[in-house]
C-alpha cells in the first residue's frame, strides 16, 4: 500500500492590499515597472504609518511599517494609494471562495496568505500538481479582468509551503516533497531569516537575530534550540523549530454563513442622520429570512468613505444579541471612530449565536443553566479573541516533579 507525506500548499499574493487599493493590478505592475515608489496611505486619523509598498519603494529604504514622515523623507516621490480595507476583504473573501470551491480546507494567515493541504484532495484532483492547478485557475477566476500574481508553493509543512512561495519566481509552482524534517530542514537551510515575519510569534525576533549576524535559517538552526530558549523564550523556541522543519497542523477556518446589508447613504454621510442610516441597516439584516432568529455574535461595520478609499472594523459584543435597540446602540459608539464622511454603509453579520428563543434558559439557577451560560460564555470570547483563548487545566501527572508535565492546557469541548 502507497502512503503520501502529507502536503501544504501555500498560495501567496505579493502585495495584495496594495494591487486591491489601486484598483487594478495592471496599473500597479505599469508604475512599479515604470520605478514609480507606490505606499498605500495611512488612513485618517489612524497612526500615520504606511502600509504596503512597492518594489522600487522598498528599494529606496521605505518598508511596511514605517512612519510617514520618514517615509517621505527617504523617497520624496512617493505615490500615496488611499487604503481600502473594505475592498481588501471582499477580495480576499472571494479568493477564499474560490479555493474552498475546489475542496479545499484553508486556513487564512493575512489578505494575500493561505494555506491548505493537497492530501484530501487526491480522490478529486489526483496528484498534487493537479490540484495547485486547480487553485490556481480557480483564483485566475475570481480575480476577474485584473489577474493577481499569484505564487504558489507545496512542502511538507507550511513553513516550507511558505518558503517555496517566496522563492517562485514564475507562475510555475515549486513543490519541496520529502519528510518534514529531513528534506524540509535541508531546503530551509538556506533561506532568509526575513521568512519568521510572516508568522506573528516569532516576528519580533527578526532586529535582534539581525544584530546578532544570524542572516540564515541554517545559520539559526546551529545556534541551538536551548539557547535560542533561553535569550528569547517560547518565539526562540519556535523559530528554532519552524528552521528544522516542525511546524503546527493547519487550521482551516469555520465556514459560516455571511448576511449583508448596505446602502448609500446621500447627504446623511456623518452625524446623527448617520447613524438613522445605521438602524436602518439593523432592522434589514435582522429580518432577513436567512438569520432563522439567531442572534448575532459578531458583526462588521465599512464604510465607502467619499474622498476615495474605505472603512472596516469588527465588532464583537458582550453577549450574543438579537435586540435591535442593543446592537444599533454597540454599532453607533464605532461610527464616531469614521475617519472621513461616508458615501456608502454597510453592516454584516459575520458570526452566529444560539436562536433568540433560548436565550432566557442561560439565566437559570440550576445547574444546566449554569453550563450552557458558561459554554456561551466561552463561544464569545472565542469570537474575539480566536479558538486558543478559553483553555481548561487537565491534570496528567500529578506525582511529577517537573510542574510542566503535572498539568496541561487542553481546549474546551464546544
Known amino acids: 500500500m502507497r502512503t503520501y507525506v502529507r502536503m501544504v500548499v501555500c498560495v501567496h499574493i505579493p502585495r495584495f492590499e496594495l494591487s486591491v487599493a489601486a484598483g487594478e493590478g495592471a496599473r500597479v505592475a505599469q508604475q512599479t515597472l515604470a520605478g514609480r515608489a507606490l505606499a498605500v496611505a495611512p488612513l485618517v486619523g489612524g497612526e500615520q504609518r504606511v502600509g504596503e509598498v512597492s518594489g522600487a519603494a522598498?528599494?529606496?529604504g521605505v518598508a511596511r511599517g514605517m512612519v510617514l514622515g520618514?517615509?517621505?523623507a527617504r523617497c520624496p516621490d512617493l505615490v500615496l494609494v488611499p487604503g481600502d480595507p473594505v475592498a481588501v476583504a471582499e477580495a480576499w473573501e472571494r479568493a477564499l471562495c474560490a479555493l474552498e470551491a475546489i475542496g479545499a480546507a484553508v486556513e487564512p494567515a493575512r489578505p494575500g496568505l493561505a494555506y491548505f493541504e493537497s492530501g484530501g484532495l487526491r480522490g478529486i484532483h489526483g496528484t498534487a500538481e493537479a490540484t495547485i492547478a486547480a487553485a490556481s485557475r480557480a483564483l485566475a477566476r475570481s480575480a476577474g479582468p485584473s489577474p493577481w500574481g499569484v505564487r504558489i508553493g507545496a512542502g511538507p509543512t507550511r513553513f516550507c509551503a511558505l518558503a517555496a512561495a517566496m522563492a517562485v519566481r514564475?507562475?510555475?509552482?515549486?513543490?519541496i516533497e520529502g519528510q518534514p524534517t529531513l528534506e524540509a530542514g535541508r531546503w530551509l537551510?538556506?533561506?532568509s531569516i526575513e521568512l519568521l515575519g510572516f508568522r506573528e510569534?516569532?516576528?519580533a525576533l527578526i532586529e535582534p537575530l539581525t544584530r546578532l549576524g544570524v542572516r540564515t535559517l541554517g545559520e539559526l538552526e546551529r545556534l541551538g534550540r536551548p539557547a535560542l530558549s533561553d535569550r528569547f523564550g517560547k518565539p526562540g523556541a519556535l523559530a528554532h523549530r519552524l528552521a528544522c522543519g516542525e511546524d503546527s497542523p493547519l487550521r482551516p477556518r469555520r465556514v459560516e454563513e455571511r448576511l449583508e446589508e448596505s446602502m448609500a447613504v446621500g447627504d446623511a454621510s456623518s452625524g446623527e442622520a448617520l447613524k438613522r442610516v445605521l438602524g436602518v441597516l439593523v432592522d434589514r439584516l435582522l429580518a432577513r429570512s436567512?438569520?432563522?432568529?439567531?442572534?448575532?455574535r459578531a458583526a462588521t461595520l465599512s464604510a465607502r468613505l467619499v474622498a476615495g478609499g474605505g472603512w472596516r472594523e469588527r465588532v464583537v459584543f458582550r453577549q450574543a444579541l438579537a435586540d435591535p435597540e442593543r446592537?444599533?446602540?454597540?454599532?453607533?459608539?464605532?461610527l464616531l471612530t469614521l475617519p472621513a464622511p461616508a458615501a456608502v454603509l454597510g453592516l454584516a453579520a459575520e458570526r452566529f449565536g444560539p436562536p433568540a428563543s433560548e436565550q432566557g434558559e442561560l439565566f437559570g439557577a440550576h445547574v444546566a443553566a449554569r453550563t450552557a451560560r458558561l459554554r456561551e460564555?466561552?463561544?464569545?470570547v472565542r469570537a474575539v479573541a480566536g479558538p486558543d483563548a478559553a483553555l481548561r487545566a487537565v491534570c496528567v501527572d500529578p506525582d511529577s516533579r517537573v510542574p510542566e508535565r503535572r498539568v496541561v492546557l487542553a481546549p474546551i469541548p464546544e
Open 189 to 191: 537551510a538556506g533561506r
Open 327 to 334: 446592537i444599533w446602540l454597540a454599532l453607533s459608539l464605532r
Open 70 to 72: 520618514e517615509a517621505l
Open 377 to 380: 460564555a466561552v463561544a464569545q
Open 58 to 60: 522598498e528599494a529606496r
Open 170 to 175: 514564475s507562475r510555475r509552482p515549486l513543490v
Open 290 to 296: 436567512e438569520r432563522r432568529g439567531r442572534t448575532l
Open 201 to 203: 510569534d516569532t516576528a
